[in-house]
């Protein structure tokens, strides 16, 4: 069974462009999560998917990032105008609907999305 | 709010050593405790988790102990091999919530 896959593993890009991430969760699993890990600093939260609906965005930092996951399969994020300080690690994780509130399945991550702004 | 210290790295060890790395953790209430790896060129994985106090979690030799007097979570391995170079993510998840709080991370390399 496939994992979780990210793509692109690296990309390069100039202050001020675009770039879109995409994530595909293992199939069957309803949640999915972006995280990122900042200059080598801890991983935080970023937002939660169940399906395509936004379940909770609050990690997301500012309003030049967006994240959709249309017909609730692959997630893209998009980053637009990019800047330096965006520059980390993009992990995107999913994990099935346990049934319970708040969810507690294991989550499988992927291998993450180097982003680097120049 | 949660918090999640783990020292610093790099760690660097020869094959056969003890590697310890240390955890703590500030949260309300009774959290759940893990310990993510990532290895070379893959995703993050769960390498072992404790749910309660007093509980202890292990897998691939790997064991930590849930100690809430000491609001800890350390990680230890008897004798490492060339295999367990990662880097090590300790994290918590409250009991009423999804969302996991990690560390900084810990690079650890382990040499032949």
């Known amino acids: 069974e496939a994992g979780v896959t990210q793509f692109p593993s690296h990309s390069v890009i100039e202050k001020g462009q675009t770039v879109t991430l995409r994530c595909d969760p293992i199939?069957?699993?309803?949640?999915l999560y972006w995280y990122r890990r900042v200059m080598g600093k801890e991983i935080k939260f970023l937002l939660h998917?169940?399906?395509?609906?936004?379940?909770?965005e609050s990690g997301m930092p500012n309003n030049r990032f967006l994240a959709e996951r249309t017909g609730g399969t692959y997630s893209t994020l998009k980053v637009q105008p990019a800047e330096l300080e965006d520059s980390g690690v993009y992990f995107c994780?999913?994990?099935?609907?346990?049934?319970?509130?708040?969810?507690?399945?294991?989550?499988?991550f992927g291998e993450g999305s180097r982003l680097t702004v120049l | 709010g949660n918090s999640v210290t783990q020292m610093e790295g790099p760690v660097t060890l020869s094959e056969e050593a003890f590697l310890t790395i240390n955890c703590t953790y500030t949260?309300?209430?009774?959290?759940?405790l893990f310990w993510y790896v990532q290895y070379p060129g893959e995703g993050l994985q769960l390498l072992l988790k404790?749910?309660?106090?007093?509980d202890k979690g292990s897998n691939k030799g790997f064991e930590a102990t849930y100690r809430k007097e000491t609001t800890s979570f350390h990680l230890e391995k008897g004798s490492v091999q060339v295999s367990d170079s990662a880097v090590y993510f300790c994290?918590?998840?409250?009991?009423?919530?999804?969302?996991?709080?990690f560390g900084a991370g810990t690079t650890v390399t382990v040499r032949a």
């Open positions: 994780a999913s994990s099935l609907w346990t049934g319970t509130v708040p969810n507690t399945g294991e989550l499988f």
């Open positions: 199939s069957g699993h309803d949640n």
């Open positions: 998917f169940v399906k395509e609906s936004k379940q909770d």
């Open positions: 949260a309300t209430g009774y959290p759940s």
């Open positions: 404790a749910t309660k106090a007093d």
């Open positions: 994290a918590l998840r409250r009991s009423n919530d999804y969302k996991l709080s």
